[in-house]
Nanobody, 113 residues
Framework: QLQLVESGGGLVQPGGSLRLSCAAS????????IGWFRQAPGKERTGVSC?????????FYADSVKGRFTISRINSKNTIYLQMNRVEPEDTAIYYC?????WGQGTQVTVSS
């Protein structure tokens, strides 16, 4: 069964850092492109970052997170990470990872002082 499980969310102060994890099961994490998305209250789900599959390293970042967030992949852990630095209140959302039509359950990130 193909599955993605996110973790690592929480409450963080503006300017702080957080690392989200997306653990894949049922397939090698470097085989398909995997993306991070987020959905803030009352807003549509939007793309944050993605990394290419087939072992490649092509990476995309939304303009709103460019220079602050970093996506990475550790094949031995079959996990994708999203390192979030210099977070802002506007980063508050539920964060999801996605590949093919598979969505995880999401992890809540709240940026507040």
């Amino acid at each position: 069964q193909l599955q993605l499980v996110e973790s690592g969310g929480g409450l963080v102060q503006p300017g702080g850092s957080l690392r989200l994890s997306c653990a894949a099961s049922g397939f090698p994490v470097d085989y398909y492109a995997i993306g991070w998305f987020r959905q803030a209250p009352g807003k549509e789900r939007t793309g944050v970052s993605c990394i290419s599959g087939r072992g490649g390293s092509t990476i995309f970042y939304a303009d709103s997170v460019k220079g602050r967030f970093t996506i990475s992949r550790i094949n031995s852990k079959n996990t994708i990470y999203l390192q979030m630095n210099r977070v802002e209140p506007e980063d508050t959302a539920i964060y999801y990872c996605n590949t093919l039509n598979i969505w995880g359950q999401g992890t809540q990130v709240t940026v507040s002082s």
